[in-house]
């Protein structure tokens, strides 16, 4: 089984900057992908950035130029740097990975719990 662990979400002011990392663990043989999806109350579940394990990286239309995917492969963990935060990013923020767990068998796609962003006055 593997684990995701969100950490670094909270409030902040409009124009604010945050960092969420996502941790993880458990049995893992390689990582094909990992990445931010998010969801505002009301509204479905939205991609906003993944990376590969190529380190290309695709970002929603509506964070491009705001917030950056990153990854420390040695540690599992990928980031995402968030910055000219706005009221319309209040969300929960959820980690996804697709992770091989072991040689030769097909990737599974796991899901964190999410972490809460606020971005208010």
């Known amino acids: 089984q593997v684990q995701l662990v969100e950490s670094g979400g909270g409030l902040v002011q409009p124009g604010g900057s945050l960092r969420l990392s996502c941790a993880a663990s458990?049995?893992?043989?390689?990582?094909?992908?990992m990445g931010w999806y998010r969801q505002a109350p009301g509204k479905q579940r939205e991609l906003v950035a993944t990376?590969?394990?190529?380190?290309?990286?695709h970002y929603a239309e509506s964070v491009t130029g705001r917030f950056t995917v990153s990854t420390n492969n040695a540690k599992n963990t990928v980031y995402l740097q968030m910055n000219s935060l706005k009221p319309e990013d209040t969300a929960v923020y959820y980690c996804?990975?697709?992770?091989?767990?072991?040689?030769?068998?097909?990737?599974?796609?796991?899901w964190g719990q999410g972490t809460l962003v606020t971005v208010s006055e």
């Open positions: 996804n990975a697709d992770v091989i767990q072991t040689v030769g068998h097909p990737q599974f796609e796991y």
């Open positions: 458990g049995s893992i043989f390689s990582i094909v992908a």
């Open positions: 990376i590969v394990s190529s380190g290309h990286t």
